[in-house]
């Protein structure tokens, strides 16, 4: 633990200061939103002589008449003659200083107006620490996922978490997931077999446009309904990292990442190869409505019978043709194939789609 503080702590020393950087502000400067946000925000947060904000109004990312007042109202305070403001310049460093404890580290993310407060280096230590002893993730992909948060952390000081059912699943595990949250059953998923997890923004602490603080969610509950698709940035911010390394995303759930691409990889053929590896049975499987169907030969060689989707088969429900013999026993023989295939699920290779 002490040697991940102290990697990321030195990481650190390179970007220590680009909270605190911002482009100018003031006559003539870029005037960018996110810099405009954050002058906003600290002004916000700091009291004048009288105890009053030196902003009152919602942050919005714009260097209106009340942004430029209550920016010169500071200066004049503080006896500071600066225009345009200039990164390190007085402005800057008497804001930082004049912050309450309780806004130390603001800072904002680039190309957004979206306003937070930095991780600690224990939290990111903690976060590897976990993600490094978890002995159920496939070793390159787990090497993925501790530059992953390493990364986060040195760019932007955002601290990312494996959530609380985002490890390695059993097959049961699946059966609890909508067919809104996942299409895949059980077997069905990179995540039963270590190369995929859900890595989200659990304690992020962030400012909403009146100044309130608040403390997210591994899915970032609160801020996508305050700030509905603007949200979506910091998610942008976490996966130009996690392309960079490699990693993929699904396109309906924003906090999971995993070693392949669903588009090359065909998730039932896998399971397949994985249930012919370790029990005594022939498959095969289709595509039906969207979701994936199995037939076997039931270990008998010849007539491949139709028994359902993998979700019926764990279920004990696979809807065997009659003709096939004993319904009961070969649902029980069915779903022990399966309990084989999971006991067994390092054997697992993914196999490309056709």
């Given amino acids: 633990m002490l040697q991940l503080r102290h990697r990321l702590g030195a990481a650190l020393c390179v970007c220590a200061l680009a909270w605190a950087s911002p482009a100018a502000v003031g006559e003539g400067a870029t005037n960018e939103p996110d810099d405009v946000a954050l002058l906003q925000a600290m002004l916000l947060a700091v009291r004048g002589p009288a105890g009053r904000p030196y902003v009152q109004f919602r942050i919005d990312g714009e260097l209106g008449a009340g942004t430029k007042a209550a920016l010169a109202s500071f200066q004049r305070d503080r006896k500071i003659v600066e225009n345009p403001l200039k990164p390190e310049g007085p402005t800057w460093t008497a804001l930082r200083a004049a912050l309450p404890e309780q806004y130390a580290g603001m800072r904002v993310l680039p190309g957004s107006k979206i306003v937070y407060f930095e991780a600690s280096v224990a939290d990111a230590a903690k976060s590897i620490y976990q993600i490094e002893s978890y002995a159920e993730f496939e070793p390159s992909f787990q090497r993925q996922i501790v530059a992953m948060v390493q990364r986060m952390f040195e760019q932007h000081r955002i601290v990312l978490w494996i959530t609380y059912t985002g490890w390695r699943r059993g097959f049961s595990d699946q059966t609890g997931f909508s067919r809104r949250n996942s299409l895949a059953g059980p077997g069905e998923s990179t995540h039963h077999y270590g190369r995929a997890c859900d890595l989200g923004f659990r304690n992020f602490r962030w400012m909403d446009a009146?100044?309130?603080?608040?403390?997210?969610?591994?899915?970032?509950?609160?801020?996508?309904?305050?700030?509905?698709?603007?949200?979506?940035?910091?998610?942008?911010?976490?996966?130009?990292?996690?392309?960079?390394?490699?990693?993929?995303?699904?396109?309906?759930?924003?906090?999971?990442?995993?070693?392949?691409?669903?588009?090359?990889?065909?998730?039932?053929?896998?399971?397949?190869?994985?249930?012919?590896?370790t029990g005594t049975m022939k498959w095969e499987t289709k595509h039906v409505n969207r979701r994936a169907h199995y037939w076997t030969d039931l270990g008998r060689g010849g007539t491949m019978f139709p028994v359902g989707t993998a979700h019926d088969i764990w279920a004990g429900k696979a809807p065997v043709p009659p003709a096939a013999g004993d319904v009961t026993a070969i649902r029980?023989?069915?779903?022990?194939?399966?309990?084989?295939?999971?006991?067994?699920?390092r054997l697992w290779e993914p196999v490309e789609t056709n």
């Fill in 210 to 277: 009146t100044g309130a603080i608040r403390e997210d969610t591994d899915w970032l509950d609160k801020m996508n309904r305050a700030l509905g698709p603007a949200s979506w940035k910091l998610w942008k911010a976490r996966d130009t990292i996690a392309f960079s390394l490699g990693l993929y995303k699904i396109a309906w759930e924003g906090v999971h990442l995993q070693a392949l691409e669903d588009e090359r990889i065909s998730n039932a053929r896998s399971l397949v190869k994985l249930l012919e590896k």
């Fill in 332 to 345: 029980k023989a069915l779903r022990e194939e399966f309990e084989k295939a999971e006991q067994n699920w």
